[in-house]
């Protein structure tokens, strides 16, 4: 439903504007266009619009931010996934044609309207679980035609679908075959042919690289990273994932949005991502998934007080999921998030990690009418639960829709 205002009334209110659930009973909310006019408890309410929608006594909260995902792709990898299980290694499959690279060959053979439809069902789960901003990275291209390919559709999404999409150039994810012992080659292909592409067509909102030993080394990530501060994109990292590179470090040097991952991120380099700002993304999917062991450095970015984010890092090789709830599960138990700072996780962080604190991540007067509705009494029980959906409704940008 949309209408230049609406009055949203009989429910509870998780504002997440403060260091808590900010929880406002017996609340209402009153949109103008694609903004909060107004929130607060209903009886202070000094409107009374004849758009008015009754949220039958639920629990609404901002809407949900997935700061992290690999969405635009073609086909899927549940064979390496069974081959795993029977005792296949990393460098069997990659051998046998899989990994990132089968990915990457679907994806480049398949059409741009394809690969829409395909993004389109992925975002389609995420919203009805109440997400209203989504970061989508390119990097299952790899080369110039495919990356620009990918980050169209991710385009396209944002302006089909009722939801804000944030735009990651994610080329130096892995080693072409066509740059194969060529990644200083490859690097500079990214940063001297591609991005000034990606930039003139202003198809991405930022940068990010795999620095990684599969991926590429410091140097290499600095060079890529610099490059698009130099072009005026945001930037970010994948970083300590697997190993300790100090990708981390390098940066909040640079001022990054985030450091994503960080299962191997030293507690010493933590102070480092305090004096940045830089947001600290916590991936329990990919942890999960991938058996991992080693825990990021909790207790450590809570002492120093980093923002920390959740996402679903959806990608079909080491993340294949779509529900961001889930997520906050995840976190809780096998990172021991307490279930504020999941909540905080998806909202106010998740927000921040993007660079987008100011329009979303909280509900506050003015602040883009985003927000998620759940069936439930309290918003601890979106940890709690987890295989499940209680979310009855969403507004988008002012823009409504009901589940019930």
């Known amino acids: 439903m949309t209408s230049t205002e609406q009055l949203f009334v009989n429910c509870t209110v998780c504002t997440m504007a403060g260091d808590d659930y900010g929880l406002i009973p017996d609340a209402a909310i009153w949109v103008r266009k694609d903004r909060i006019a107004w929130i607060g408890a209903r009886r202070d309410c000094p409107v009374n619009s004849s758009h008015r929608i009754d949220l039958q006594g639920a629990l609404v909260t901002p809407g949900l931010v997935d700061c992290h995902t690999h969405l635009v792709y073609a086909g899927h990898r549940g064979n390496e996934f069974e081959a795993r299980l029977n005792g296949a290694s990393y460098a069997d499959i990659a051998k046998a044609g899989g990994g990132i690279m089968s990915t990457v060959k679907a994806s480049r053979a398949a059409s741009e309207d394809s690969l829409f439809a395909l993004a389109a069902t992925r975002a ?3 919203m009805r679980e109440g997400v209203t901003t989504v970061e989508i990275k390119s990097g299952y291209g790899l080369d110039q035609d495919s990356e620009l390919k990918l980050l169209r559709v991710a385009t396209r999404l944002g302006r089909e679908l009722p939801l804000t999409v944030q ?8 080693l072409p075959p066509e740059f194969a012992g060529r990644p200083d080659d490859y690097i500079d292909f990214l940063c001297q042919t591609l991005l000034p592409l990606v930039v003139s067509e202003q198809l991405a909102d930022a940068v990010d690289v795999f620095c990684e030993g599969i991926g590429f080394n410091l140097e290499q990530s ?32 640079l001022g990054a949005l985030s450091v994503d991952h960080i299962e191997y991120l030293d507690p010493a380099d933590v102070p480092a991502l305090t004096g940045s700002g ?11 998934y991938l058996r991992e062991t080693k825990l990021p450095p909790i207790a450590s970015l809570r002492e120093h007080g980093v923002p920390m984010a959740l996402a679903t890092d959806s990608n079909p090789g080491t993340s294949p999921t779509h529900s961001l709830l889930l997520m906050l599960n995840m976190a809780c138990t096998l990172f021991r998030l307490t279930p504020l700072e999941a909540l905080r996780g998806i909202t106010v962080n998740g927000a921040r990690a993007l660079g987008m604190a100011a329009e979303i991540g909280t509900l506050e007067l003015n602040k883009r009418a985003d927000f998620a509705v759940f069936a439930i009494d309290h918003p601890a029980e ?5 295989g499940d959906n209680p979310c009855v409704g969403r507004c988008a940008g002012g823009e409504y829709q009901s589940y019930r």
């Open 222 to 253: 600095r060079k890529m990273l610099v490059a698009a501060k130099a072009a005026g994109l945001a930037i970010k990292i994948h970083a300590e994932q697997l190993s300790d590179l100090k990708g981390a470090r390098l940066a909040a040097a």
């Open 278 to 288: 830089t947001a600290a993304v916590l991936l329990p999917g990919a942890f999960y």
């Open 382 to 386: 979106l940890s709690y639960r987890f």
């Open 124 to 126: 389609n789960r995420l």
């Open 167 to 174: 735009r990651t150039f994610l080329g130096a994810h892995a």
